[in-house]
């Protein structure tokens, strides 16, 4: 229900599920006292990551860049906050979910699709001319579009930002994503489907900061 709240607003039937969520690792962050739901996700791994063109994210971007040499790599998506949720500790009980994961499976390199609700490019100009100048991903990992003309380079974007309005539009996810290192790819694109803009989000284990790294995994236990 809450997917469907976050990700299908308007539409009569508001669940949302796709072909993908039978691979996935669903979880779940909840007041076990209330059953109170604040957040969920979903987590896809590869062990082989030859195999990462079967993801959600592979439906939009071309991520042979990312197809060998990464060893086990994990998608995560569907990342969604109940209305009103503002709770920072929130994102890092969800986090510390991840590194659990992470750590039981091996796995080297997380990425996905970050969602920008709706299709209007302009709302979000700033945070994408902030990525634009200092997130964008390293060029032998960076994935491509499926398609020319599928997705608007960043670059489009680049120009001078006002900070505080590319923080308050860009998706929590995507703001914890880069303060432990991650970086975005070279375009936006559209998904007709959700009707969301995402900008492709990795994330390279062995780089996230060792204090961060120390914290997530004491909160994970």
């Not at 001319?129 to 060029?139: D, E, N, T, V, Y």
């Not at 959700?194 to 995994?217: C, K, M, N, Q, S």
Request: hydrophobic letters at 45%; a positive charge; proline letters at 6%.
């Amino acid at each position: 229900m809450l997917r469907g709240q976050a990700f299908r607003a308007g539409a009569e039937n508001r669940c949302d599920a796709d072909r993908f969520d039978a691979g996935c690792r669903h979880v779940l962050v909840e007041d076990c006292s209330t059953g109170r739901l604040f957040a969920t996700f979903r987590l896809m791994p590869f062990p082989d990551a030859s195999r990462i063109g079967d993801s959600y994210a592979a439906q939009f971007y071309d991520l042979s860049p990312l197809s060998a040499g990464c060893g086990a790599v994990a998608e995560m998506g569907r990342f969604c906050l109940a209305p009103g949720c503002h709770d920072p500790d929130v994102l890092r009980i969800a986090w510390a979910a991840v590194t659990r994961f992470v750590d039981a499976h091996g796995i080297r390199m997380l990425f996905g699709c970050a969602s920008f609700a709706g299709i209007d490019a302009v709302a979000y100009a700033d945070a994408f001319a902030m990525l634009a100048k200092r997130h964008i991903g390293p060029s032998l990992l960076r994935p491509g579009v499926r398609a020319a003309g599928d997705g608007v380079p960043l670059a489009a974007y680049r120009r001078p930002y006002d900070a505080s309005a590319a923080a308050r539009t860009m998706p929590p996810l995507l703001r914890f994503y880069l303060a432990m290192g991650g970086w975005v790819g070279g375009h936006v694109v559209t998904d007709p489907d959700l009707r969301t803009l995402h900008v492709f989000t990795g994330l390279e284990i062995g780089r996230v900061p060792d204090r961060r790294a120390y914290a997530l995994r004491r909160l994970a236990g």
